[in-house]
C-alpha cells in the first residue's frame, strides 16, 4: 500500500553529516529503488511500472537521455529512475478538494519537496484575478481563457512558450507549429540553461549540435574523459557503460571539483557480485586518474593539453593526425598561436592542477587509439562555456577523434528529451532550412525574427514586456537563475499556464490568472479516437524510439500533451471566427489529436532524417539519426569543415576573501524534483541547506565545521543576492571552491550574468561572501 504524502516541510534542524562514499550503487540503491516506488506505488503498481521503463514495448524513463543497448536488462533502471517513475506514477493525488484547502497564500509557505511530494494533479485548475484559491473548471473554458487572453494581445511576442526536457516529439513539433502560427519565435527550452553552451560550440565547430559517439564508442573507447559531470547521481545508467569500457581495457580520467563517489567504483546491481559489494571482491574502480579542478579552470586545462600535444608533435611529428587535418578542418594556424601564446604558468593557475597531471594525461591521449570527451553543467554554465568546449574540440581534431570508433564528443543530456525537442524546433533561432520546410508543409508563412531564450524572456516579463506565459510541463521559476526577479517576472503577467503532471512552485508564483492544465505522463495510457497512442523521444546518442505508457490514469479529466496542443490549435486557427485565422498553419488538429501517426506524418515532411518515421519506430529499439561528423566525417559548418578555433583564455577571477559557488544536485533530486532529504554519497542526510568548503576556506573565515552562514552573491550590479542558514561541510574542494544544492541557491545567480554566444545563465561560477549567521 501506497504511503500518504508528507505533512510538513523538511526540517533542516534534523540534518546530519557523514563521511561521503567511496562507491556508488550497489544494494544501498536497490533497496532505496524500492523503498520509493512501494513508498509511492504499492506492490503492485511498482512492478507493473518498473519491469516496462526502458523496455522495447515498454515507456521510456522520464529521467535522464542516456541511451539503452539493443539488448535489454530484466530491470532497465536506474535508482534516480526508479524515482522518477514512482513520482509519475505515485498513487497519491492533488484533486480539487486539495486546493480548497490550501490556499495560494498557503501554498507559498511550502517546500519544493512538500509540494512535489502531494501527488499527480487530476483536474485542470483556475485561479481568478484576485482569487486566494485555485478553482475547478472544465476544459472548454480554460481553453477559452487561453485563447481570450492571446487574442488580447497587441503582438503575438507577447506570449512566451517554455518546454520541458520530458516532452515527447509530437507533443513538442505540434507545440512550435502552435507557437508559430501564432507569429512567434518565443519558444525558450530548458536547454537554454543547460546543453546550450555544448550546441553553440559544437554547430560551429562541427556543425552538429549534438554528440558524435555511440553507445558502442563509449564501451569500447580506448580512453574517456569525464569532465563536469557526476553520473553516479545524475546518470546512473552511464556507470554501466563506462564498467563495459573499463573490462574492455580502457581507461577513464575524471575531471572534476568534487570527488564523486560513482566515478571512484561502481557496484553493478546488475550481476550478483556487484550486489555483493567490495567487500566480498564485487564492484569495479572506474577512473584511473581523478584530476581536481578549480571552478570554471576547464579550459585552461584543455588548453594545457592542446599545449602538450603540440609540444611533442614539434619533437617527434608523430602526434596529429594530418591527413584528418588536411583533408577535414580548417584553422589549426590560429590554434596553434593561441597554443603557442598561452604559458604553462598561467594554466596551472587557472586550473590548478599540475603540470605534471596535464602531460599525463596527454601522453594516455597520445597512446590512444581514440579518446572520447563527455561533460554536462560543469563545463557548460561558465561565462566562458562556449569558448571551453571549442578547445575541448581543439584537442579532438588534433588527434582525429572525430568520426572514428571509440572516438569524438559525449555533451550528456540530463533529461530524456531535450534534444528531441530542439530537432523537433522548440528553439527560438531555428535555421532557414526548417522554416522553409514548415511553409511548405503546413502553407503559411513562418516568423523570422528571432524569439526569446530564456534569459531574455524573464527579462521582457519583468520590464511589462510578457503578457502571456505557458509552461509544457518543468518548473520554470525553480529552474531559472535569480530566483526575486524571476518570480515578480511572472506575477507581472496576465495569465501564466502550466502543463503538468505534478505540483511544483510554478503552480504558486503565478500571473493575475493562473491555470493549471493535468497532463499525463510516460507511464499513462494515451487512448484518443484512434486508439492508443504511442510517443517517440531522442535520447543523447540520436537513437529515436517509442513510448507506450500503459497505466489507466489517476483521473478521467487528465489530457495528453499532444491533445492539450491540438486543442488549442484548433480552437485559434480553424474554427470559425478564429482570432489568428489569417496567416495560420493549414492541418486538422482534431485528427491530429485522434492519431499521432498524422502527426509523424508531418514531421517526415519538415524534420531531416525522419523519412517513414512510422514504419522506423515500429522496429524495436527504434532508428538512429543521422550525424555527419559521426558517421561521415561531413561537417555542415559555414566553411563545410571541421573548425579549429583560437580562443582567448578565460577562468574566473575571484577577488581576495570571496569564494566560487557552483550549484548541483543532491542525490535525491532529478532537476528541481526533490525526492527525498539525502545526499548519501556526500553523506548528507534529512536536509538540504548546506555549503560544501575547503577546510583552508573555513578556517581563514574564521568558521567551524558545523557553523551556519549565509551565502551572499556579489555581482556588477550592486545588487545583494542572499541565500541564508547554510550549514558548513568540511568537505574535499579546491582551495577558494564552494558547491550548494539548487534551487535552493538559484536565488543567487544573477540574471544577466550568462555565457558569452550562448546566453545559458552562469550557475556554477557565482562569486559569493559567507556571513556567519547570528
Not at 485565422?581 to 485528427?591: H, K, R, S
Request: net charge negative; hydrophobic share 35%.
Amino acid at each position: 500500500m501506497a504511503k500518504e504524502a508528507p505533512r510538513d516541510n523538511i526540517d533542516e534542524s534534523l540534518l546530519t553529516v557523514g563521511a561521503p562514499k567511496t562507491k556508488a550503487v550497489g544494494l544501498p540503491a536497490v533497496i532505496n529503488s524500492l523503498k520509493i516506488s512501494y513508498d509511492q506505488m504499492g506492490a503492485v503498481r511498482s512492478a507493473q511500472t518498473l519491469l516496462s521503463v526502458n523496455q522495447k514495448k515498454g515507456f521510456d524513463c522520464m529521467g535522464c537521455a542516456w541511451p539503452e543497448g539493443d539488448k535489454r536488462h530484466t530491470a532497465e533502471f536506474c535508482e534516480n529512475g526508479a524515482k522518477a517513475v514512482a513520482e509519475e506514477a505515485t498513487k497519491r493525488t492533488v484533486p480539487p478538494t486539495f486546493f480548497a484547502e490550501h490556499s495560494l497564500q498557503d501554498l507559498e509557505t511550502r517546500d519544493d519537496f512538500w509540494l512535489g511530494q502531494q501527488g499527480r494533479l487530476t483536474h485542470p485548475m483556475l485561479l481568478d484575478d484576485g482569487g486566494t484559491h485555485y478553482r475547478e473548471v472544465g476544459w472548454d473554458e480554460a481553453y477559452q481563457v487561453i485563447v481570450e487572453e492571446l487574442a488580447a494581445m497587441d503582438s503575438p511576442d507577447e506570449a512566451i512558450f517554455y518546454t520541458s526536457g520530458r516532452t515527447s516529439n509530437e507533443a513538442a513539433f505540434m507545440y512550435q507549429l502552435l507557437v508559430r502560427g501564432l507569429g512567434t519565435n518565443n519558444l525558450p527550452d530548458c536547454s537554454n540553461m543547460c546543453h546550450e553552451s555544448s550546441g553553440s560550440a559544437l554547430n560551429e565547430t562541427l556543425g552538429v549540435g549534438k554528440g558524435t559517439v555511440s553507445l558502442l564508442d563509449i564501451d569500447t573507447a580506448p580512453l574517456i574523459i569525464v569532465a563536469g559531470q557526476n553520473p553516479g547521481t545524475n546518470h546512473p545508467r552511464m556507470l554501466t557503460s563506462l564498467e563495459k569500457a573499463k573490462k574492455n581495457g580502457g581507461a577513464i580520467v575524471a575531471i572534476n571539483p568534487l570527488p564523486e563517489a560513482g566515478l571512484l567504483r561502481f557496484e553493478n546491481p546488475q550481476n550478483p557480485m556487484g550486489l555483493l559489494g567490495t567487500r566480498f571482491g564485487g564492484g569495479t574502480a572506474l577512473a584511473d586518474d581523478f584530476l581536481q579542478i578549480r571552478i570554471g579552470g576547464d579550459q585552461a586545462l584543455f588548453r594545457g593539453l592542446g599545449k602538450h600535444l603540440l609540444e611533442r608533435e614539434e619533437a617527434t611529428g608523430t602526434v596529429f593526425d594530418h591527413e584528418f587535418i588536411a583533408r577535414h578542418t580548417l584553422g589549426l594556424d590560429e590554434y596553434l598561436a593561441s597554443l603557442r601564446e598561452t604559458s604553462w604558468e598561467e594554466i596551472t593557475l587557472a586550473s590548478g592542477i599540475s603540470k605534471a597531471e596535464i602531460t599525463k594525461l596527454g601522453d594516455r591521449m597520445i597512446a590512444s587509439p581514440g579518446t572520447i570527451v563527455c561533460w554536462a553543467m560543469g563545463l557548460t554554465q561558465h561565462k566562458h562555456s562556449v569558448a571551453t568546449l571549442r578547445d575541448v574540440v581543439n584537442v579532438l581534431l588534433l588527434q582525429g577523434n572525430v568520426g572514428k570508433p571509440g572516438a569524438g564528443v559525449c555533451p550528456v543530456r540530463g533529461h530524456s528529451n531535450v534534444q528531441g525537442d530542439r530537432t523537433m524546433g522548440i528553439f527560438e533561432r531555428m535555421p532557414e532550412a526548417f522554416h522553409t520546410a514548415l511553409d511548405e508543409r503546413f502553407r503559411f508563412e513562418s516568423p523570422r525574427r528571432h524569439g526569446f531564450d530564456t534569459v531574455a524572456a524573464i527579462r521582457a516579463m519583468r520590464d511589462g514586456k510578457g503578457r502571456v506565459f505557458m509552461g509544457m510541463g518543468g518548473n520554470f521559476v525553480r529552474a531559472t537563475p535569480d530566483t526575486n526577479v524571476t518570480e515578480q517576472a511572472l506575477r507581472n503577467t496576465r495569465l501564466t499556464v502550466q502543463v503538468s503532471t505534478k505540483l511544483n512552485r510554478s503552480h504558486v508564483v503565478t500571473g493575475r490568472r493562473a491555470l493549471i492544465l493535468p497532463a499525463l505522463g510516460r507511464t499513462d495510457r494515451d487512448t484518443q479516437a484512434g486508439g492508443d497512442q504511442r510517443v517517440t523521444v531522442e535520447d543523447s546518442m540520436s537513437a529515436v524510439h517509442a513510448s507506450r505508457g500503459r497505466l489507466k490514469p489517476s483521473s478521467s479529466e487528465m489530457r495528453s500533451e499532444i491533445e492539450i496542443v491540438c486543442q488549442l490549435g484548433d480552437r485559434l486557427f480553424a474554427r470559425r471566427n478564429s482570432p489568428f485565422g489569417t496567416n495560420a498553419p493549414q492541418l486538422d488538429w482534431v485528427a491530429a489529436q485522434a492519431d499521432y501517426s498524422v502527426i509523424r506524418e508531418h514531421i517526415s515532411a519538415v524534420v531531416p532524417g525522419f523519412k517513414d518515421f512510422e514504419n522506423r519506430i515500429t522496429e524495436p529499439g527504434g532508428f538512429v539519426l543521422p550525424n555527419g561528423p559521426r558517421d561521415s566525417r561531413t561537417f555542415t559548418t559555414a566553411t563545410g569543415k571541421a573548425n579549429f578555433t583560437g580562443n582567448t583564455l578565460e577562468y574566473p577571477k575571484v577577488p581576495e576573501g570571496r569564494l566560487i559557488l557552483q550549484t548541483l544536485r543532491s542525490h535525491d533530486q532529478y532537476n528541481t524534483t526533490i525526492y527525498g532529504k539525502d545526499d548519501r554519497y556526500r553523506g548528507v542526510h534529512h536536509g538540504r541547506r548546506v555549503v560544501f568548503l575547503n577546510h583552508e576556506d573555513i578556517t581563514e573565515a574564521g568558521l567551524a565545521d558545523g557553523d551556519m552562514v549565509h551565502l551572499v552573491s556579489e555581482w556588477k550590479d550592486g545588487v545583494e543576492r542572499r541565500a541564508e542558514d547554510f550549514r558548513v561541510i568540511a568537505y574535499s574542494t579546491p582551495k577558494g571552491c564552494a558547491a550548494a544544492y539548487y534551487p535552493e541557491t538559484n536565488v543567487l545567480v544573477p540574471l544577466d550574468s550568462t555565457a558569452d554566444v550562448s546566453g545559458t545563465p552562469t550557475s556554477k561560477s557565482v562569486i559569493v561572501r559567507l556571513e556567519k549567521a547570528a
